[in-house]
């Protein structure tokens, strides 16, 4: 806030100071047009790769403008931070390039490649039980104990403004772009592009993009300040966020980018198709912006849009569990439950009945136990993969016609 009370936003300036620093240490990151985007929307779709940046996301451009702003006094202490992933590693390298100490609480239970990459980056990892929430009450009882210097993830005006070099280098790649696409947690990265579309291209379009389990913006912005969730759990960690910054919530409210929200299956969706069709790996937070454009792809026709994909930081695990929960969702991977007769033949004839649907069986499990079949019954469960949703009902009307008794999945 400044002295009258009004938001504080940052002036052209004051981002192209912030820009400088960053062009110093992180990566000018391509935009990459993608086809099939563009053939959904009707629009020219471009994907801003922030998932090919140093530590894997854009994260490092607002840590290193907040140390390379330290005084000596404060460099010297050194500086402590709490993160699940993406700011730790920002902070470790920025930490790195610039000669400061960094110690980073983060969740015991934290991704081990994310635990591993920040030690690797040079910072000391300090693993806490609990969510996140617990790391960062240890962060600041270190800094209350040690008189290092927090870096907070996205409440800072220093953040905000390193977020904002993305959204000017994003202006000068796809100079006529109409829209920009963000994926939205804790808010810096919203206001950093969004600031820099004000001052830079007054009328360019920045939407903010939240996981609809983790959406503490809208109840915010309705209320007139931040308010925190009681819960955040949703496959996109990156952006689970509880409550909004301070500093990006003033930005926010006062330039007004729209928010949306985008469900689990949206975002599986959107991770599949980066996948599949624009061959490129990114963690599920940074698909928020895929989602919501594939979510609503008749609202980006209005000139070329710019979805920025803000990280690649995912566990192999995550994604395999990730990708298999938007092939579900894209009627790929699809689940039969039906009665047949327990006689010899019958389960073959079911299987060679979906084989000539066209259909790849996965697994098969039958029971005959469940107290609701009658003597002659066996409940048969098939995982198969079909061709999309299309296809999923074929098989179902065929099966139906066939006689097959289907349950609910």
């Not at 870096?151 to 202006?171: K, N, R, T, Y």
């Not at 609202?299 to 192999?316: E, I, K």
């Not at 039969?336 to 007769?341: V, Y």
């Amino acid at each position: 806030m400044t002295a009258d009370g009004a938001a504080w936003l940052p002036s052209l300036e004051e981002l192209r100071a912030a820009r400088a620093i960053v062009d110093r240490i992180a990566r000018r990151t391509p935009v990459l047009r993608s086809s099939s985007l563009s053939a959904r929307t009707g629009a020219d779709v471009w994907l801003k790769a922030e998932h090919l940046q140093l530590t894997g996301s854009f994260k490092i451009r607002g840590a290193v403008v907040r140390l390379a702003r330290l005084s000596e006094e404060e460099r010297a202490r050194g500086v402590v931070a709490a993160s699940a992933g993406n700011h730790a590693q920002g902070v470790a390298r920025a930490a790195r390039s610039l000669g400061i100490s960094a110690r980073i609480y983060m969740p015991a239970d934290a991704a081990l490649p994310k635990l591993a990459a920040t030690r690797d980056y040079g910072a000391e990892v300090v693993p806490v039980e609990g969510r996140l929430s617990a790391a960062l009450d240890a962060a600041i009882a270190e800094c209350e104990s040690s008189g290092r210097t927090l870096i907070h993830p996205f409440d800072h005006e220093d953040i905000v403004c390193g977020q904002a070099s993305v959204g000017l280098e994003i202006l000068e790649q796809v100079p006529d772009a109409a829209t920009i696409v963000v994926p939205t947690g804790g808010g810096g990265l919203l206001a950093g592009v969004a600031a820099a579309a004000a001052v830079a291209r007054p009328g360019v379009r920045v939407i903010g993009v939240q996981a609809e389990k983790a959406a503490a913006w809208p109840g915010s912005m309705t209320s007139g300040h931040p308010v925190a969730l009681a819960d955040t759990r949703t496959m996109a960690d990156g952006i689970a966020v509880a409550r909004p910054g301070d500093v990006p919530f003033g930005i926010v409210s006062a330039l007004g980018p729209e928010i949306r929200t985008v469900t689990e299956e949206q975002l599986s969706r959107g991770l599949l198709h980066m996948t599949e069709r624009a061959k490129q790996v990114i963690e599920p937070s940074a698909a928020a912006g895929v989602a919501a454009v594939l979510a609503r792809p008749g609202d980006f026709a209005d000139g070329p849009t710019v979805v920025l994909l803000s990280g690649g930081n995912v566990d192999p695990l995550v994604l395999l569990r990730v990708v298999r929960h938007g092939l579900v969702a894209a009627g790929r991977f699809v689940t039969l439950r039906f009665l047949i007769t327990d006689e010899p033949g019958e389960l073959a004839g079911v299987l060679d009945r979906l084989g000539a649907l066209g259909v790849n069986v996965l697994s098969v499990e039958h029971s005959r136990t469940a107290p609701t079949l009658a003597v002659d019954q066996v409940e048969l469960t098939v995982e198969v993969e079909a061709k999309g949703p299309d296809h999923e009902h074929e098989i179902r009307e065929a099966l139906v016609r066939d006689g097959r008794t289907l349950l609910a999945p």
